[in-house]
Antibody, heavy 115, light 112 residues
Framework: QVQLVQSGAEVKKPGASVKISCKAS????????MHWVRQAPGQGLEWMGR????????RYAQKFQGRVTMTRDTSTSTVYMELGSLRFEDTAVYYC????????WGQGTLVTVSS | DIVMTQTPLSSPVTLGQPASISCRSS???????????LTWLHQRPGQPPRLLIY???NRFSGVPDRFSGSGAGTDFTLKISRVEAEDVGIYYC?????????FGQGTRVEIK
């Protein structure tokens, strides 16, 4: 069965970077794009960007351009999302989600930005 | 960016009764390939969202048939024929027709 397992919660200081992983299993990793979506406490869903695991190409939401980097490791079927220059308002749960249908989601990774 | 607007934002419902959520997009969601990439997601408290319906009306694997989607162009509806306790949570519509993907604000469904 398809599973997306994300790395654990992180606490970071303002200005730092965070790198979250999403390990895929149960399907052909390179066949489906992977998206990253975040959800601030009590708020809705916000799309951040996506990566094509096949060639590594990426597209990011304009809001995060210059601050976000998405990469993948095909040998471990893992995608990564790194967000830099963290601000208090980046405190959120970050999700990976598969395919243009967003058909499978990771369990979420809480990132807390606190001084 | 396409703006997705959901109504109502909150929907108290009685168990066994129907519920309906509307979603309107600021532009047509018909893609150049002829498909309309309108998706409905459901998020229970403390859980990640899960896919309910894609391309307006296609139920995802394992989704009960009490859920149905309809609409075209810019106006879409999610209906629950008979609400069950496990249906509580927040429902989001989203579009992936045009870059970037965008979400509605969410509609909270709760039991009266």
């Amino acid at each position: 069965q398809v599973q997306l397992v994300q790395s654990g919660a992180e606490v970071k200081k303002p200005g730092a970077s965070v790198k979250i992983s999403c390990k895929a299993s149960g399907y052909t990793f390179s066949s489906y794009y992977m998206h990253w979506v975040r959800q601030a406490p009590g708020q809705g869903l916000e799309w951040m960007g996506r990566i094509n695991p096949s060639g590594g190409s990426t597209r990011y939401a304009q809001k995060f351009q210059g601050r976000v980097t998405m990469t993948r490791d095909t040998s471990t079927s893992t995608v990564y999302m790194e967000l830099g220059s963290l601000r208090f308002e980046d405190t959120a749960v970050y999700y990976c989600a598969r395919d243009h249908r967003f058909d499978y989601w990771g369990q979420g990774t809480l990132v807390t930005v606190s001084s | 960016d396409i703006v997705m607007t959901q109504t109502p934002l909150s929907s108290p419902v009685t168990l066994g009764q129907p519920a309906s959520i509307s979603c309107r997009s600021s532009q047509s969601l018909v893609h150049s390939d002829g498909n309309t990439y309108l998706t409905w997601l459901h998020q229970r408290p403390g859980q990640p969202p899960r896919l309910l319906i894609y391309k307006i009306s296609n139920r995802f694997s394992g989704v009960p048939d009490r859920f149905s989607g309809s609409g075209a162009g810019t106006d879409f509806t999610l209906k629950i024929s008979r609400v069950e306790a496990e249906d509580v949570g927040i429902y989001y519509c989203m579009q992936t027709t045009q870059f970037p993907p965008t979400f509605g604000q969410g509609t909270r469904v709760e039991i009266k």
